[in-house]
């Protein structure tokens, strides 16, 4: 099963993106799922979670700018990762992930996605 990762791109700094993760309805609904990002020379991080029944975990200091939801259709459903204020720090390749809770707020997710690339830079 694969998770379906789009809306990286470049932004300048100050501005906004949102990311989306497609995932088949035969996952979405049973897991848990997160945003992490891994930026060059660093270890992969945890964004932000966001369990089947809607409650978010953010890592402290992005809690302010990012901000992450979920909603469905007949078919499949989707995890988004708004994104504000981004900031040059923020350049990172960013990943979805969806399993249990403790699977995907500690990396070891069984589903990911391919990485969708946010490039912050003037």
């Known amino acids: 099963v694969q998770l379906q990762a789009s809306g990286g791109g470049l932004v300048q700094p100050g501005g906004s993106l949102r990311l989306s993760c497609a995932a088949p309805?035969?996952?979405?609904?049973?897991?848990?799922m997160g945003w992490y990002r891994q930026a060059p020379g660093k270890q992969r991080e945890l964004v932000a979670g966001?369990?089947?029944?809607?409650?978010?975990?953010?890592t402290d200091y992005l809690k302010d700018r990012f901000s992450i939801s979920r909603d469905s259709d007949s078919d499949k459903s989707t995890v988004h990762l708004q994104m504000n204020y981004l900031k040059p720090e923020d350049t990172a390749v960013y990943y979805c992930?969806?399993?249990?809770?403790?699977?995907?707020?500690?990396?070891?997710?069984?589903?990911w996605g391919q990485g969708t690339l946010v490039t912050v830079s003037s």
């Open positions: 966001i369990t089947s029944g809607g409650r978010t975990k953010y």
């Open positions: 992930s969806a399993d249990s809770w403790a699977a995907v707020v500690t990396a070891r997710g069984q589903y």
């Open positions: 309805g035969s996952i979405f609904d049973l897991n848990d």
